[in-house]
């Protein structure tokens, strides 16, 4: 994988609940997405934290296993339980797509990355992708860039704004434009 994703910077996004979105940049340390989300992680956000993804595609290009395990000390952990956790990682003998492959659901694959490690399920959540843009945030960018920007816009009679989280597009026409404008 390192070979394909190459070095450079990692952009993390996250959308926060008041509506912004918070964008972190660290340079890349190795070109493998887990060590390198790692690094950002202790890097950026001051969090020590384990991470294991992996996917295991079949010779038929079907997908055997895939998992994604986010490790991060909470409030009150010892040093004594991080090296438990880091011992037990590193005694896995096979990879988590493979332990995922071979698990029958999300609690016997926790099972097996803990071993013997106390742990408990403090929260499940349907994993989902979601983005917070809307038409009406979009206008208040258009609104954010100036007047002048907009009355060029304007005399091209249309607009599209393309949201780069999820790719929806926004399209302004004339109307609307000269609405925005008057805002500014």
């Given at each position: 994988?390192?070979?394909a994703?190459?070095?450079g910077e990692?952009?993390?996004?996250?959308?926060?609940?008041?509506?912004?979105?918070?964008?972190?940049?660290?340079?890349?340390?190795?070109?493998e997405v887990?060590?390198?989300?790692?690094?950002?992680?202790?890097?950026s956000?001051q969090?020590?934290s384990?991470?294991?993804?992996g996917?295991?595609?079949?010779?038929?290009?079907?997908?055997?296993?895939a998992?994604?395990?986010l490790i991060?000390?909470l409030p009150?952990?010892?040093?004594?339980?991080?090296?438990?956790?880091?011992?037990q990682?590193?005694q896995?003998?096979?990879?988590?797509?493979e332990l995922?492959?071979?698990s029958?659901?999300?609690?016997?694959?926790?099972?097996r990355?803990?071993?013997?490690?106390?742990?408990?399920v403090?929260?499940r959540?349907?994993?989902?992708f979601s983005?917070?843009?809307?038409?009406?945030?979009m206008t208040d960018?258009?609104?954010?860039i100036?007047e002048?920007?907009i009355?060029?816009?304007?005399?091209?009679?249309?607009a599209?704004?393309?949201?780069?989280?999820?790719?929806?597009?926004y399209?302004?026409d004339?109307?609307?434009?000269k609405?925005i404008?008057?805002?500014?």
């Amino acid at each position: 994988m390192a070979t394909a994703v190459g070095l450079g910077e990692l952009a993390v996004s996250r959308s926060l609940q008041n509506g912004e979105v918070y964008t972190g940049m660290v340079p890349m340390v190795s070109g493998e997405v887990a060590e390198d989300l790692v690094h950002y992680l202790l890097t950026s956000e001051q969090i020590p934290s384990a991470l294991l993804l992996g996917v295991m595609v079949e010779k038929d290009y079907h997908v055997a296993g895939a998992a994604g395990f986010l490790i991060q000390p909470l409030p009150g952990a010892t040093e004594g339980d991080i090296q438990a956790i880091e011992t037990q990682i590193g005694q896995l003998r096979t990879g988590i797509s493979e332990l995922a492959a071979q698990s029958q659901n999300m609690d016997e694959l926790l099972n097996r990355l803990m071993g013997l490690i106390p742990h408990h399920v403090l929260e499940r959540r349907a994993v989902k992708f979601s983005c917070t843009c809307s038409k009406s945030r979009m206008t208040d960018t258009l609104v954010s860039i100036g007047e002048k920007e907009i009355a060029d816009l304007i005399s091209d009679g249309k607009a599209e704004l393309v949201c780069h989280f999820c790719n929806e597009h926004y399209p302004f026409d004339l109307e609307e434009l000269k609405q925005i404008h008057g805002r500014c």
